[in-house]
């Protein structure tokens, strides 16, 4: 299975600063030119891209949740399939 690693820290030298040519400033996400915006408006972008840093996070620790679930039932199946005719005692009712 592949690993995916994502750094905590990336690190942004000032004077190689790529910003997206269009950033959300509003609550609608309504996009305008970097360079049209004003400080305050980069303000807002920058709360509007760490509003969607923070859900992102969230959305990827709950698919790797589910992902790993996932993984243990199939682990727990295939031990089973695998030791099926050793394992009878599963099988039998409690009557």
């Known amino acids: 299975m592949p690993t995916?690693?994502?750094?905590?820290?990336f690190e942004v030298e000032l004077g190689e600063l790529e910003l997206p040519s269009d950033v959300p400033v509003d609550a609608s996400l309504n996009e305008k030119p970097l360079s049209?915006?004003?400080?305050?408006?980069?303000e807002a972008a920058v709360r509007a891209f760490s509003g969607l840093l923070r859900q992102s996070q969230t959305e990827i620790e709950a698919?790797?949740?589910k992902?790993?679930?996932i993984r243990r039932r199939v682990a727990h199946l295939h031990a089973y399939h695998e030791n099926f005719?050793?394992?009878?005692?599963?099988?039998?009712s409690e009557s």
């Open 85 to 92: 005719d050793s394992i009878d005692w599963v099988r039998e």
């Open 67 to 69: 992902h790993n679930e």
């Open 4 to 9: 995916y690693q994502v750094p905590e820290v």
């Open 63 to 65: 698919s790797i949740d």
């Open 36 to 42: 049209e915006c004003t400080k305050n408006e980069v």
